[in-house]
DNA sequence: GTTATTACTGACCGGTTAGTCATAATGGAA
DNA sequence: TTCCATTATGACTAACCGGTCAGTAATAAC
């Protein structure tokens, strides 16, 4: 009848509870890095008890591999989307991406995941693993098979696509790390959006034939 | 008369002491990270008891600190002095530069150093702080002068100086990142120099005039 | 209603480890 | 030789926290 516990005056819904826990942990990781916490504290901002968490998640590192999990698939779903749905010249692609990922690094968890994920995989080789697997692995081919279509094209340099990928993504990792560990600490903003704009103009005329 | 401790047969050399506990924490620190390293393991390493590493540092964020602010100041003071000391068109010292962080990655702890800066800021900032203030606002700022100095001289293009800088170092870090991480976990092996040289090429293109 | 099942919890435990402290060894000075 | 400041240590503790478990509340089934 009443459908709500007497306790915590929550609705009961184990359907909806994985995902409110994670969404807990997304929040509490991101605030406060994953070691510093507590199991309690994500129980708490999720409505239920410590235990209660342990009915839906094995332990905490299952927390951390289900977020990457997640979000690593949303993320490169899209960036192959936007890759593949382009037809013609290659060039405007490199802006567009890149605008893509500052708009990621600005507005989503993506970042402080990353961070953690940094973090974590020494005594948490799963997550780094899912993370190499998951992002690395899709995402880096993509960005070569884009610099090789360039350069197929005729429209880039015969660089390596390889070295030339990482280099394009590499001053993105440094917003990354900008805004959560340095901004954080007190240094002064970085305007994401302007950042990857400049770069993009840089590697592109550094790129082209 | 002996000179040494009955007990452990090391010398006895307390000037001597300090230094040799930082390695002994430095390598740990490499090799496991910060928190996962036991102050006894130090101890060990360092050949004395725990309780005497306290002699000397008063917790174990002090060795950190100590490490960091030693491994900061060496870096960018041998990368001031190829900056000041360059004279001419400024182009070549962006390969110059970049090699020999490449060195700096392949061959020092540096890029160790960096994760656990990065891992462990939020949980100790004035870590954070050191490094923020000993590298980034140094090394920076140097970067960004040596890009001024080209679009004063009409090598470079009219840049943003800072966004510029960040996107020559950006890959540099995920080089970092790359050798840290993604490495000891599986990922192919990146061959630093290389890729810096590529990076190199690329980025100089990219922002010449 | 009564019973069975599911969802949940409070209290607890065991392992871990940074840091302390009372005490001892050491070696130079007198 | 004796002293004592310095250098050192083994044993300890206090706090923390992931994970467990015996038991309870809520819901569903009959």
New interface residues.
């Given amino acids: 009848m009443t459908n709500r516990s007497v306790i915590t005056g929550k609705p009961r819904r184990p359907e909806e509870r994985p995902a409110e826990i994670l969404a807990a942990a997304l929040e509490l990781f991101a605030e406060?890095?994953f070691?510093?916490t507590r199991m309690d504290e994500v129980a708490a901002r999720a409505g239920l008890s410590k235990a209660g968490v342990y009915l839906y998640f094995k332990d905490k590192t299952a927390l951390l591999k289900a977020l990457v999990n997640e979000m690593a698939g949303a993320n490169i779903s899209v960036a192959r989307g936007i890759v593949e749905a382009h037809e013609g010249p290659v060039s405007p692609l490199v802006a567009t991406i890149l605008a893509f990922l500052a708009g990621q690094v600005r507005h989503t968890r993506f970042p402080e995941l990353i961070?953690i994920?940094?973090?974590e995989?020494?005594?948490h080789?799963e997550v780094?693993?899912l993370y190499?697997d998951g992002v690395?692995r899709q995402g880096l081919p993509l960005f070569e098979g884009l610099i090789r279509r360039g350069i197929a094209s005729g429209e880039f340099r015969n660089?390596?696509p390889s070295?030339?990928a990482?280099?394009m993504?590499?001053?993105?990792?440094?917003?990354v790390?900008?805004k959560t560990?340095?901004e954080?600490?007190?240094?002064e903003a970085?305007d994401i959006e302007?950042?990857a704009a400049?770069?993009a103009?840089?590697?592109?005329?550094?790129?082209q034939s």
């Avoid at 993504?169 to 917003?175: E, F, I, K, T, V």
């Avoid at 103009?201 to 790129?207: D, E, S, T």
């Fill in positions: 406060k890095g070691s510093a961070k994920v940094i973090s995989s020494r005594a080789p780094g693993q190499l690395v660089v390596d070295f030339a990482k280099a993504l590499g001053p993105m990792l440094l917003a790390i900008w560990v340095l954080p600490i007190g240094a970085l302007a950042y400049q770069h103009q840089i590697f592109l005329k550094g790129i």
